[in-house]
């Protein structure tokens, strides 16, 4: 049973910082890739970030470039495997949802590319 749970979030001001934390369990994720969305209410879910497994390949959304960074950490015995996202400079615009997902097909910026999602965790960038 694949279990992706966010933590992290939570209320911020503009200018602030926040890091999301996606805790991967319940299977070997190596061949996959890990990526962090956003919906803000009304709106499309929207890709964020994504990284591979082994942390080489590393794309961003244009409106979060320069801000945020994600990066993974993978225990030894791959078992506890958690993915991060550190963002930094936040605006209200920032506002959503944000989830982490697994893709075993490569990834992308679609939602429809990938197979599992966790629950979302709320931020909240007030002007």
């Known amino acids: 049973q694949v279990q992706l749970v966010e933590s992290g979030g939570g209320l911020v001001q503009a200018g602030g910082s926040l890091r999301l934390s996606c805790a991967a369990s319940?299977?070997?994720?190596?061949?996959?890739?890990m990526g962090w969305f956003r919906q803000a209410p009304g709106k499309e879910r929207e890709f964020v970030a994504r990284?591979?497994?082994?942390?080489?390949?590393?794309?961003?959304?244009?409106s979060v470039k320069g801000r945020f960074t994600i990066s993974i950490t993978i225990s030894r015995d791959n078992v506890k495997n958690t993915v991060y996202l550190q963002m930094n400079s936040l605006k209200p615009e920032d506002t959503a949802v944000y989830y982490c997902?697994?893709?075993?097909?490569?990834?992308?910026?679609?939602?429809?590319?990938?197979?599992?999602w966790g629950q979302g965790t709320q931020v909240t960038v007030s002007s």
């Open positions: 990284i591979s497994w082994s942390g080489i390949s590393i794309y961003y959304a244009d």
């Open positions: 997902a697994a893709s075993g097909r490569k990834g992308g910026t679609s939602p429809g590319a990938y197979d599992y």
């Open positions: 319940g299977r070997t994720f190596s061949s996959y890739t």
